[in-house]
């Protein structure tokens, strides 16, 4: 198992230009969620998808948009780069769910270090 | 509402000496309680977890935490450090729709 990837690794963009992350994960996971790492303020969640079809808002969804086509994958795109958008972006999964299943943990990926310039 | 609060953004011990991280929750509803730890330039990875069968939960790499729910604390031990330990550690607690808030992470720097 691969478990979580996440494509490309680094990334420098202009301001104004857009891109769009990929997360994959091989687990069968229905939950996957997008957080951003900036120092001193641990991670912060933008969106995250309880199933395919689904997409929902974390705490810091301005400027960014995602959608879950697929079980597997998890798109996170910026439309508009802006440097404050600098960051470094992780992807996470997770079974989820109630009872014994609300314990389960998430999985990382490696992350993606944006420069937005 | 759920959070969680990390007190000292950097800690640094002696290789040898005890690791004390501290991590206090919030929470309406019993608590699942998780440590990360996350190394340079790397994603996170899961140290241990509480999810309510026992208050002291045994992790990966010698680490253990004890929850205690009169002091609303979840801080994660270890015995005797070791230069591998350097890393950023978060403490995180699951919320209502399976979302998970993380705290702003603590720098354990150990001295040799």
């Known amino acids: 198992n691969a478990g979580v990837t996440q494509t490309p690794k680094f990334r420098v963009l202009k301001t104004g230009q857009s891109m769009t992350l990929l997360c994959a994960q091989d687990?069968?996971?229905?939950?996957m969620y997008w957080y951003r790492q900036d120092p001193g303020m641990g991670l912060r969640l933008i969106h995250y998808s309880v199933g395919e079809g689904t997409t929902a808002k974390g705490e810091v969804p301005d400027g960014y948009n995602v959608s879950r086509l697929k079980k597997q994958n998890f798109l996170l795109g910026l439309e508009s780069a802006a440097p404050s958008q600098t960051s470094v972006y992780f992807c996470?999964?997770?079974?989820?769910?109630?009872?014994?299943?609300?314990?389960?943990?998430?999985?990382f990926g490696p992350g993606t270090r944006l420069t937005v310039l | 509402a759920q959070s969680v609060t990390q007190l000292g953004s950097h800690v640094s011990v002696s290789e040898g000496a005890l690791v004390l991280l501290r991590c206090n929750y919030s929470s309406s509803v019993p608590p699942y309680l998780f440590w990360y730890v996350q190394y340079p330039n790397q994603g996170l990875q899961l140290l241990l977890k509480y999810t309510s069968a026992a208050t002291l939960v045994k992790g990966i790499n010698g680490f253990e935490a004890e929850f205690k729910k009169s002091e609303t604390s979840f801080h994660l031990t270890k015995p005797s450090a070791h230069m591998s330990d350097a890393a950023e550690y978060f403490c995180?607690?699951?919320?209502?729709?399976?979302?998970?808030?993380f705290g702003t992470g603590t720098s354990l720097t150990v001295i040799p």
């Open positions: 687990m069968n996971h229905e939950y």
């Open positions: 995180a607690v699951r919320g209502t729709g399976n979302q998970f808030y």
């Open positions: 996470a999964s997770s079974s989820g769910g109630t009872g014994g299943g609300a314990g389960n943990e998430q999985f």
